[in-house]
Nanobody
C-alpha cells in the first residue's frame, strides 16, 4: 500500500502560477511512473500529467505548454508547476503512481486549486 500527500493548492488569479507537491510514502523511483490528476465539481477525475522513471513526460491537451511535471528523488517528491492558470483549472488535484503500468487504487486527500479574480 502506498500513500500520497498533496499540498500547495490555494486561490490564484487567472494568469498566475502555483506549484503543487506530492509526497509518497515509498520511493518514487520504485513507483516508476508518477502522475497528476484533477477533479472539478460535478466532473469525473481526469488525467493531467505524468512522468516516467526515465523522466519522459506526457500532458493532457488542456494543460500542455502551461504545466510542468517534475520529480526530486532526493526529496521523494513530485511537483506540478502550474503557469498561466485559467478558471477552468479549478479543481482538486491528486497524484498517483503506475508501478506496473496501471494507476493504483490509492488516492490521497488532494489539494484544492481555485482560479478566480
Amino acid at each position: 500500500q502506498v500513500q500520497f500527500v498533496e499540498s500547495g493548492g490555494g486561490l490564484v488569479q487567472p494568469g498566475g502560477s502555483l506549484r503543487l507537491s506530492c509526497a509518497a510514502s515509498i520511493s518514487i523511483l520504485s513507483l516508476n511512473t508518477m502522475g497528476w490528476f484533477r477533479q472539478a465539481p460535478g466532473r469525473q477525475r481526469e488525467f493531467v500529467a505524468q512522468i516516467t522513471r526515465g523522466n519522459i513526460t506526457r500532458y493532457s491537451d488542456s494543460v500542455k505548454g502551461r504545466f510542468t511535471i517534475s520529480r526530486d528523488t532526493a526529496e521523494n517528491t513530485v511537483y506540478l508547476q502550474m503557469n498561466s492558470v485559467k478558471p477552468e483549472d479549478t479543481a482538486v488535484y491528486y497524484c498517483n503512481a503506475a508501478p506496473s503500468g496501471i494507476w493504483t487504487r490509492f488516492w490521497g486527500q488532494g489539494t484544492q486549486v481555485s482560479v478566480s479574480s
